[in-house]
């Protein structure tokens, strides 16, 4: 069982940036698609940006494509969200979560992710 845990949420001024870390209890890089969600108060899970297994395809949300990126560092078994040019509305409890799936797969299907961490608040203030 795959265990995560993420960081680096925090308060921010709009404009400003944060970078999200999740660490895995495994290696996950050949074998887990992976991505990033996140829920506001009142709304849906939304996935905002995912990466495939073998990291060959990433998928972004349009919300937050060219202001966001996924990478992965397989040495440290960590997961990362960097997240430039925030605005108050990326303002959310923001979750990792990955799930077996064969190379090149992307999805923000909730279905397709087996494992989730505890999550970490981003908030952004104008």
């Known amino acids: 069982q795959v265990q995560l845990v993420e960081s680096g949420g925090g308060s921010v001024q709009a404009g400003g940036s944060l970078r999200l870390a999740c660490a895995a209890s495994?290696?996950?890089?050949?074998?887990?698609?992976m991505a990033w969600f996140r829920q506001a108060p009142g709304k849906e899970r939304e996935g905002i940006a995912c990466?495939?297994?073998?990291?060959?395809?990433?998928l972004y949300a349009d919300s937050v494509k060219g202001r966001f990126t996924i990478s992965r560092d397989n040495a440290k078994y960590t997961l990362f969200l960097q997240m430039d040019s925030l605005k108050p509305e990326d303002s959310a409890m923001y979750y990792c979560?990955?799930?077996?799936?064969?190379?090149?797969?992307?999805?923000?299907?909730?279905?397709?992710?087996?494992?989730w961490g505890q999550g970490t608040q981003v908030t952004v203030s104008s």
């Open positions: 495994e290696y996950t890089s050949t074998l887990y698609r």
């Open positions: 990466i495939s297994s073998g990291d060959s395809h990433t």
């Open positions: 979560a990955t799930g077996r799936a064969p190379p090149g797969s992307v999805t923000f299907d909730l279905r397709a992710y087996n494992y």
